[in-house]
T-cell receptor, first 110, second 113 residues
Framework: GQSLEQPSEVTAVEGAIVQINCTYQ??????LSWYQQHDGGAPTFLSY????GLEETGRFSSFLSRSDSYGYLLLQELQMKDSASYFC???????????FGKGTTLSVSS | DAGITQSPRYKITETGRQVTLMCHQT?????MFWYRQDLGHGLRLIYY???????DKGEVPDGYVVSRSKTENFPLTLESATRSQTSVYFC????????????FGPGTRLTVL
């Protein structure tokens, strides 16, 4: 089977740093993506890793270890607007469909 | 307007009726996808298409039919709606590329009574 595991909920305060982990078991791997979804909205792309290591995009960073089938999303300097669901997703080939995790709900409080 | 659109945004139908959800993108992306989102399940792939006239099943295709006669359109049809198909449906498109980024439409909230 294919599965992606991520925590269901994470809470943090404004200004803090939070890490959302994702472990995956899939038959084939091309890359690991992260998407953000606010309540009632559509998922939007945050980050992508095809190779081991850290990718940084502003306050957000994403890490991948292919040998450990593991990745994480790091959110720094948290803001209230970061309260949302975050999904990790695996693609098995370029351009192909994504296999999504069940999502992590992040709640940021003041 | 440029982007990816879905219609209708909300739909209520009855068990057994046929329903078609529309998806249109203006980027000429080769790849298009249909996902459904249910509480506790995240997003699950129903069907996808790599180009016009090329479609393939995803994780949960039963009860759904797709077609793609034009690159920009990818309609999803529920042949005989069931209550278990009550869900939020998202269409997405992608050019492939280095980041394999998918762009999602606003979603269609479908209720089957």
């Amino acid at each position: 089977g294919q599965s992606l595991e991520q925590p269901s909920e994470v809470t943090a305060v404004e200004g803090a740093i939070v890490q959302i982990n994702c472990t995956y078991q899939t038959s084939g791997f091309y890359g690991l993506s992260w998407y953000q979804q606010h309540d009632g909205g559509a998922p939007t792309f945050l980050s992508y890793n095809a190779l081991d290591g850290l990718e940084e995009t502003g306050r957000f960073s994403s890490f991948l270890s292919r040998s450990d089938s593991y990745g994480y999303l790091l959110l720094q300097e948290l803001q209230m607007k970061d309260s949302a669901s975050y999904f990790c997703a695996v693609s098995k080939q370029a351009g192909t469909a994504l296999i999504f995790g069940k999502g992590t709900t992040l709640s940021v409080s003041s | 307007d440029a982007g990816i659109t879905q219609s209708p945004r909300y739909k209520i139908t009855e068990t057994g009726r046929q329903v078609t959800l529309m998806c249109h993108q203006t980027w000429s992306h080769s790849y298009m996808f249909w996902y459904r989102q249910d509480l506790g399940h995240g997003l699950r792939l129903i069907y996808y298409s790599a180009a016009a006239d090329i479609t393939d099943k995803g994780e949960v295709p039963d009860g759904y039919v797709v077609s793609r006669s034009k690159t920009e359109n990818f309609p999803l049809t529920l042949e005989s709606a069931t209550r278990s198909q009550t869900s939020v449906y998202f269409c997405a498109s992608s050019a492939g590329g280095r980041y394999n980024e998918q762009f999602f439409g606003p979603g269609t909230r479908l209720t089957v009574l």
